[in-house]
């Protein structure tokens, strides 16, 4: 047992140093473990912070690219702002600069609109009394020119011309041109007899119309008189002249079939009737509304009888009426129980004129197949309101003002009293007219008038009726020479009385009256002899105002047998 113990403890004596020597190494290598761990971990950091300055290294790179074009991005992005900002600020200068000038502009304009105000008042008030100063004038100049004046007008050569007319005359040529227009205040006539030499003739008149003149040539000068009508004084307007030398074309227009209408459709053709209505309608329409109307009355002087064409029997027909012709006691002339139609346009009118045209009187002769027998009279009756004060006013010249002012009556005319009115629209109402009583109304006369042919019996070739006719043709344009041939010897009675015509033409041909006679002549060598006779009468007329007339030398046309 103790030999076994000793064994055992040496035993355990060497396994302790055997441990011992273990630990040791163990020790050693645990140190060289941690050593290395130790160099590991430094390897592992060294690797890993190598990457990392790589890594950073890069995004350092990138980094100092993308702030380079940043950099150089908001450098552009801001000079572009700068430039913009740029331009805005002009602009605004520009409109800041514009607005300034605008509102200077404005200021001027502010002040000049107020100049023109106050001017335009003056201008106004100027008007008012260069309007009235106007009217004297227009007066001065229309008397100046005479208060009877002559036109003429040449119609062309016709194909109707040709046919064969006397029977002396026959064997020369009738188409052949014997009267021209030399200007526009000349009328030049060949006069050819047989055997002799051609002698030539002038005529002058205030006016000379050549056959190729329009419609609207010759309206152009009748125009002025239709002011006067307005302006307070009666005016007539008569075509003289033998059957077929144009005066119903003259004062109407071209016939429709059958000489019993005109044609209307035909506006640039239309006549001196026609036209002066417009005319009057336009200067109306310048004029306060309510302060004018138009009455119109056709009538026909038919053998010395004067027939009321717009008269209506019950049924409302147009018919034919007789009626007279009467001198009231102011001494104007009158008819009574005249048909007068108020018209408000041009087209009424012409509608009224064309029915009271078909019921004229014609008898066909061999001069022109429809020659009208008769005279025709349209009248226009334009009636002015004035109220009181403004009286003296509408007329500046004192001698209207005062002529009118007495004729001036109180009475409204039938249609307004009776409040039926249908077609009074421009006047005023009915009632309003009853309660002014200081209003007063005149009326003036425009008498547009076809004559009949001036022509001779013997030319006309005809007999029994119609030698009547032409009997009392000629005489009543034997009193209408009279009575002119009165007017230019200024004697106190002038013989209007001694036919019907001319006592229905009484107030628009003595007196202040403006009247325009338009001479129509047919140029033909044919009617020569009746071209002669119009032409003195013209020339004659023309006299009247110079008061060069020298007595018993008017030519008349030949009284009938
Ligand atoms: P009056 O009325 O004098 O008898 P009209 O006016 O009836 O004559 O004219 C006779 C003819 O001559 C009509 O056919 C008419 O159309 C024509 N006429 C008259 N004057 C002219 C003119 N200036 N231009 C063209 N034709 C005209
Ligand atoms: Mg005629």
Known sequence: ?????????????VLHLKLAEYQGLAGRSTKEVLQLYAAHDQQMQFQRSSVVTQLHGAIKKRLKQDLKSLHSFALELSKDFQRQSKTCLYQLLAAVQGLQLQNEAMQMFQI?????????QEVTERYEKEKQKRKALHNSLIELR???RVHCRIRPLLPFDDAAGHSQDRQRNFSEKVAYAADDETVLVKCSRPGHASVNKTFQFERVYNDLESQDAVFADVAPLLTSLLDGYNVCIMAYGQTGSGKTYTMLGPQLEGNLAFAIEEESELGIIPRATQEVFRLISEKP????????SVVEVYNNEIFDLLAKDTCGK???VKRDVVTTREGKSDVPLLTHETVENVSEFLHLVNKGLQLRVTHPTLVHAHSSRSHLVVTLTITTVVFGDNFGTLWEDEQT????????????PQKMRDNKSTSSSRASSPVQLEATEKMKQVKTRLQLVDLAGSECVGLSGVTGAALRETSFINRSLSALADVLGAIAEQRAHVPYRNSKLTHLLQDSVGGDAKLLVMLCISPGQKYLTESMQS???????????????????????????
């Open 401 to 412: 003002s005062q002529r009118l002012n007495k004729e001036a009556s109180f009475t409204f």
């Open 318 to 320: 147009v018919f034919g």
């Open 535 to 561: 032409l003195g009468f013209g020339t004659r007329a023309r006299q009247v105002q110079r008061g060069q007339v020298k007595k018993k030398n008017f030519p008349v046309p030949s009284k009938g047998k």
């Open 146 to 148: 005479g208060n009877i």
């Open 112 to 120: 000049k609109a107020f100049d023109l105000e106050q001017s335009l």
């Open 1 to 13: 047992k103790d030999e076994r113990i000793v064994v055992l403890e040496t035993e355990n004596a």
């Open 289 to 296: 509304p309510g302060s004018y109307w138009v009455e119109v």
